[in-house]
Structures are given as C-alpha cells and as structure tokens.
C-alpha cells in the first residue's frame, strides 16, 4: 500500500494483480507498459527483457540513485512502508475461497472496518502442497 499511495502522489498509475509473476507478465502485456513487480521483490523491465532480474533491478536503483545524486536512505522517504500482518494456517484441503462463506464473509467485514485503508490478500500457497 505505501507504494501505491507514494506513486499517486506522483500522478502514475498503479495495478494490483494476483499473486504471481504469470499475473505480473499477463497486466504488463494487457496494458502494453515496460515495469511490473511484486512485493517479493521479483522486478520485471519489459523494455530489456521479460523475465525477472534482480540483478538488472539493482543496476536500475543504481541508475536512480546516480541521476537523483542521492543516497539510497533519501530515497526511501518517498514511500511510507505501511503495516503488514501475515498470517500461515495449515489446511488440510484446498476448496475455493469462494465458497467458504465464513471466510468470505470475514473478509468484507474486516475490509468495512478498514474503510479503504488497508487491503486483505487471502489465498492458498502456491508452492506448499497442503
């Protein structure tokens, strides 16, 4: 959320997708721009390849830091890093999250609570099996 807030700010538009470098690829794709990423830090730059590189991550942040003529810390103070909980439950089935009335129906309540000002990411791992 912090850098969604800060790229409002700035005037440029932000998506959210689902979790995922395929959901990542597929939005930059749909909506023909050069930059994506995700919260892990997996960072893609469509105008140098498709895949997700670090390494050419960091050489950009390098870039940045050289035209800004700043240190990496000031260029933090831009974002504000919002609060975050992340919570693992075991399950021993996998049904949709849609049809889990109790879950859904805790999830409105707690985005009515948060009036706009958090956001709740629900979903099954992708890389533990159950």
Same mark, same amino acid.
């Given at each position: 959320?912090?850098?969604?807030?800060?790229?409002?700010?700035?005037?440029?538009?932000?998506?959210?997708?689902?979790?995922?470098?395929?959901?990542?690829?597929?939005?930059?794709?749909?909506?023909?721009?050069? %930059?994506? @990423?995700?919260?892990?830090?997996? #960072? !893609? +730059?469509?105008?140098?390849?498709?895949? $997700? /590189?670090?390494?050419?991550?960091?050489?950009?942040?390098?870039?940045?830091?050289?035209?800004?003529?700043?240190? %990496?810390? @000031?260029?933090?103070?831009?974002? #504000? !890093? +919002?609060?975050?909980?992340?919570?693992? $439950? /075991?399950?021993?089935?996998?049904?949709?999250?849609?049809?889990?009335?109790?879950?859904?129906?805790?999830?409105?309540?707690?985005?009515?609570?948060?009036?706009?000002?958090?956001?709740?990411?629900?979903?099954?791992?992708?890389?533990?099996?159950?």
């Amino acid at each position: 959320m912090g850098l969604g807030e800060a790229l409002k700010k700035m005037c440029i538009e932000n998506a959210i997708t689902g979790v995922g470098d395929r959901y990542v690829m597929e939005e930059i794709r749909q909506r023909g721009t050069i %930059l994506g @990423g995700e919260e892990s830090g997996h #960072t !893609v +730059f469509t105008d140098h390849q498709t895949t $997700v /590189d670090g390494f050419l991550a960091s050489l950009k942040l390098l870039e940045i830091m050289n035209i800004e003529e700043g240190s %990496l810390s @000031g260029l933090k103070t831009v974002m #504000t !890093v +919002f609060p975050r909980v992340f919570i693992k $439950v /075991d399950v021993k089935r996998k049904p949709p999250l849609g049809s889990l009335s109790d879950v859904t129906g805790a999830i409105r309540q707690v985005e009515k609570d948060m009036n706009g000002n958090g956001r709740i990411l629900v979903r099954y791992s992708g890389t533990q099996s159950q």
